[in-house]
């Protein structure tokens, strides 16, 4: 399995409050995603970056911002949580630009009450 | 806008049966169509992908169909088995794209033994 550790793995947090999600990668690969899964919608790309310092807007990128520091850590930050973003959170990396072929890690479940 | 659309939603199937997914898309610039497997409490894992340029894949039990001129492509579990209850998302992606992947709504797949 592709070393990727997401964390906390399970958080439940109030309205209104900062979260911040963790992305831990030990394979050096250059691009890394953050997901959210939701019944319904699939996967849905929320930032995702191509090196360090370099980030882009996914589709759902709103209420969402992302930092890399290093290449192994990407950071998802809810600056003030609300329920619709109550999701499953999922970190992906991939070694080769587009090729289609991301390792994702085991998720983050949030729950913003 | 959903440029990957996903069906059925949801998926019966007995023991040694033939489960079949299908998968639309709307840019006609995709150029590589992965399908991704996803066990509950789990990361989704790639499957099997196709190029446009072949009209069918197979791997084992698996076979991805692709029709480019109905930009559709289905995948086929052959002889289907209890341990392939699992969620299955189709995606397309733009070969280069730092992106990388648009995700179908994904299929919810039970075999019952």
């Known amino acids: 399995d592709a070393g990727i550790t997401q964390s906390p793995r399970h958080k439940v947090t109030e309205t209104g409050t900062p979260v911040t999600l963790r992305c831990h990668q030990t394979?050096?690969?250059?691009?890394m995603y953050w997901y959210r899964q939701d019944p319904g919608h699939g996967l849905r790309l929320i930032h995702y970056?191509?090196?360090?310092?370099?980030?882009d807007k996914g589709e759902v990128s709103d209420g969402y911002s992302v930092s890399r520091s290093k290449t192994e850590d990407f950071l998802l930050t809810l600056e003030s949580a609300t329920s619709s973003q109550t999701s499953v959170y999922f970190c992906a990396i991939s070694e080769i630009q587009g090729n289609g072929e991301l390792f994702f890690g085991e998720g983050s479940r949030l729950t913003v009450l | 806008q959903q440029q990957v659309k996903q069906s059925p939603q949801s998926l019966i199937v007995q023991k040694g049966g033939i489960s079949i997914i299908n998968c639309a898309y709307e840019n006609t610039a995709f150029d590589y169509f992965p399908w991704y497997q996803q066990f509950p409490g789990k990361g989704p894992a790639l499957l099997i992908a196709i190029r446009p340029d072949v009209s069918e894949k197979k791997e084992g039990r698996f076979t991805i169909s692709f029709n480019k001129s109905a930009k559709q492509f289905s995948l086929h579990i052959m002889d289907s088995q209890p341990g392939d209850s699992a969620t299955y998302f189709c995606a397309a992606t733009l070969s280069g794209s730092a992106r990388q992947l648009t995700f179908g709504s994904g299929t919810q797949l039970t075999v019952l033994p």
């Open positions: 394979e050096n690969h250059r691009y």
């Open positions: 970056s191509y090196g360090v310092k370099d980030t």
